[in-house]
């Protein structure tokens, strides 16, 4: 059986004004990700993971912020693809586990959308995408509210 694990990362500078997208989910906060696209840390952490997986680098290099066809693009849309992918090489998405790192708005109340429309979007159960927030007790660019981190792993399994 053919098993891969991949592991991403991502980190976006937070800017008055801007919109706060979350796993492809708008939350309500008086400052927003500053990014080419929308600037969902969230999905583009899961991105990498999934192009981890199969080794095919990250979301930069499919997805480069040169290209102006990617400016203020919706990161599902970004993820859509990835997971297309996923399964035109011959695998499936087992699970997803990401974890948002941010000191303001609270998130607990927006995951289980989040998660929702992560399934939505990838196409598996929701019961196997896990999204979780954590603060940073106020240390470091996430804790002083500059910036907003997000990680995550994500299983693949080969169909054939």
């Given amino acids: 059986m053919d098993i891969r694990i991949g592991h991403g990362y991502d980190v976006h500078a937070l800017a008055d004004g801007l919109r706060l997208v979350l796993c492809g989910v708008e939350v309500e906060h008086s400052k927003g990700c500053v990014a080419h696209s929308d600037g969902d840390v969230a999905i583009h952490a899961i991105c990498d993971a999934l192009l981890g997986a199969l080794a095919l680098g990250d979301i930069g290099k499919l997805f480069p912020d040169t290209d102006e066809r990617y400016r203020g693009i919706d990161s599902t849309k970004l993820l859509k693809e990835v997971t297309d992918i996923v399964r035109a090489k011959g695998f499936t998405i087992s699970n997803i586990d990401c ?47 500059e910036g907003v981190s997000a990680t995550a792993v994500a299983l693949l399994i080969a169909t054939e």
Avoid: N
Wanted: net charge positive; no cysteine; hydrophobic share 35%.
């Fill in 99 to 145: 974890t948002i790192a941010m000191q303001r708005p609270k998130l607990r109340p927006h995951i289980d959308t989040m998660r929702q429309r992560l399934s939505e979007v990838v196409g598996i159960a929701t019961e196997r995408i896990s999204v979780k927030a954590t603060t940073t007790e106020r240390l470091g660019f996430e804790g002083r509210e």
